[in-house]
T-cell receptor, first 115, second 113 residues
Framework: GEEVAQTPKHLVRGEGQKAKLYCAPI?????VFWYQQVLKNEFKFLIS????????ETGMPKERFSAKCLPNSPCSLEIQATKLEDSAVYFC?????????????FGSGTQLSVL | QKEVEQDPGPLSVPEGAIVSLNCTYS??????FMWYRQYSRKGPELLMY??SSGNKEDGRFTAQVDKSSKYISLFIRDSQPSDSATYLC?????????????WGLGTSLAVNP
């Protein structure tokens, strides 16, 4: 498709429950990025993929966060045993294969509320 | 100290005004500078992209980068109510293989009819 599609739009979880977020990048885009935005604060980079391969995971809290981008499936970000501080909007973005243009196409985000 | 500083506002201007939005940064190695616009409940969309120092103009928008002062600006001419949004600056060390962006907190802009 021509838009980055993120589902669900809203997700509510009790503390300790699992949360799974999905992202379908724009068709033909090879790079996928996940960002976390807490309470209108800055975007925090989590992880990036080049196709199904992890490209940069320096932002991921590895003990509870994991992510995948498998062929012919939406990418996913999973949080095991959610904590209150995981409440945020999680944005997915994709970008084309080549070039030096930093244009990222963002989805509308998934609002995760941990109660 | 944050790597990228941006005044969160809010900034309120009358329709037709010239708007000036700014960011400062601390890492002199940043080379790529972007301005994104984010409407409520939406993801950011890229407005302007510049490499190194200089000016770039696109319609009513002008981006300026002053690497010697570590200061970037976005100017909006003839502002419209539809420009009301949060404007985020973002920057990166390099393009191509590393697209990890460092973001400002965003400036909230309201253009009043």
């Amino acid at each position: 498709g021509e838009e980055v599609a993120q589902t669900p739009k809203h997700l509510v979880r009790g503390e300790g429950q699992k949360a799974k977020l999905y992202c379908a990048p724009i068709k033909g885009h090879s790079y996928v990025f996940w960002y976390q935005q807490v309470l209108k604060n800055e975007f925090k980079f989590l992880i990036s993929f080049q196709n199904e391969n992890v490209f940069d995971e320096t932002g991921m809290p590895k003990e509870r966060f994991s992510a995948k981008c498998l062929p012919n499936s939406p990418c996913s970000l999973e949080i095991q045993a959610t904590k209150l501080e995981d409440s945020a909007v999680y944005f997915c973005a994709s970008s084309p294969r080549t070039g030096t243009n930093e244009k990222l196409f963002f989805g509308s985000g998934t609002q995760l509320s941990v109660l | 100290q944050k790597e990228v500083e941006q005044d969160p506002g809010p900034l309120s201007v009358p329709e037709g005004a010239i708007v000036s939005l700014n960011c400062t940064y601390s890492n002199s190695a940043f080379q790529y500078f972007m301005w994104y616009r984010q409407y409520s409940r939406k993801g950011p969309e890229l407005l302007m992209y510049t490499y190194s120092s200089g000016n770039k103009e696109d319609g009513r928008f002008t981006a300026q980068v002053d690497k010697s002062s570590k200061y970037i600006s976005l100017f909006i001419r003839d502002s419209q109510p539809s420009d009301s949004a949060t404007y985020l600056c973002a920057m990166s060390l390099n393009a191509g293989n590393n697209r990890k962006l460092i973001w400002g907190l965003g400036t909230s802009l309201a253009v009043n009819p």
